[in-house]
T-cell receptor
Framework: GNSVTQMEGPVTLSEEAFLTINCTYT??????LFWYVQYPGEGLQLLLK?????DKGSNKGFEATYRKETTSFHLEKGSVQVSDSAVYFC????????????FGSGTQLTVLP | EAGVTQFPSHSVIEKGQTVTLRCDPI?????LYWYRRVMGKEIKFLLH????????ESGMPNNRFLAERTGGTYSTLKVQPAELEDSGVYFC?????????????FGPGTRLTVT
């Protein structure tokens, strides 16, 4: 079956620090990969996605590259801001009859001024 | 366009009581999903409606959970009787028919605490 393993948190960084949150996956078929973000008091929002190997998803300064050879989709940002404080979830989806997303356990990021 | 809404935002009940969570999807979205996150772990799929029909309920943990979507609009998820391990955040998501399965829009979640 499908599974997503995400680095455990919480992660605390100073403003302008470099961020990496690791994500690896196991999937049957050819998954699409995602990062979702949940800001305090809000719902899950799609941050970025990549639908095939070597694709790079990017949004709001965040990037992640779909690496099939290492089954990874690590999230990176060169300079985090206080407003990036949130919970980040790695997720995958595979085509077929099942339409649900498979999520990792989430990583709480706190950015200090 | 209004997003996915969930009610209540937080519920605290005692073990053995009943709780009903409600989800209003985005208007026109035929697909409605329930997920939950327990104890800070991964978000897990519970079930999927297409209009009023249960398309996939493979993630429902046991028969204490009952989901309905009468009329194919809003959905309710009832837990009866609630147990301590049911505590967590319950998310609802919706998507329009014909979209890719990952184009799901999530609500803010309902935090359920069973004491």
């Amino acid at each position: 079956g499908n599974s997503v393993t995400q680095m455990e948190g919480p992660v605390t960084l100073s403003e302008e620090a470099f961020l990496t949150i690791n994500c690896t996956y196991t999937a049957t078929g050819y998954p699409s990969l995602f990062w979702y973000v949940q800001y305090p008091g809000e719902g899950l929002q799609l941050l970025l996605k990549a639908t095939k190997a070597d694709d790079k998803g990017s949004n709001k300064g965040f990037e992640a590259t779909y690496r099939k050879e290492t089954t990874s989709f690590h999230l990176e940002k060169g300079s985090v801001q206080v407003s990036d404080s949130a919970v980040y979830f790695c997720a995958l989806w595979t085509p077929g009859s099942a339409r649900q997303l498979t999520f990792g356990s989430g990583t709480q990021l706190t950015v200090l001024p | 366009e209004a997003g996915v809404t969930q009610f209540p935002s937080h519920s605290v009940i005692e073990k053995g009581q009943t709780v009903t969570l409600r989800c209003d999807p985005i208007s026109g979205h035929d697909n409605l999903y329930w997920y939950r996150r327990v104890m800070g772990k991964e978000i897990k799929f519970l079930l999927h409606f297409v209009k009023e029909s249960k398309q996939d309920e493979s993630g429902m943990p046991n028969n204490r959970f009952l989901a309905e979507r009468t009329g194919g609009t809003y959905s309710t998820l009832k837990v009866q009787p609630a147990e301590l391990e049911d505590s967590g955040v319950y998310f609802c998501a919706s998507s329009h028919d014909g979209g890719r399965g990952y184009e799901q829009y999530f609500g803010p979640g309902t935090r359920l605490t069973v004491t």
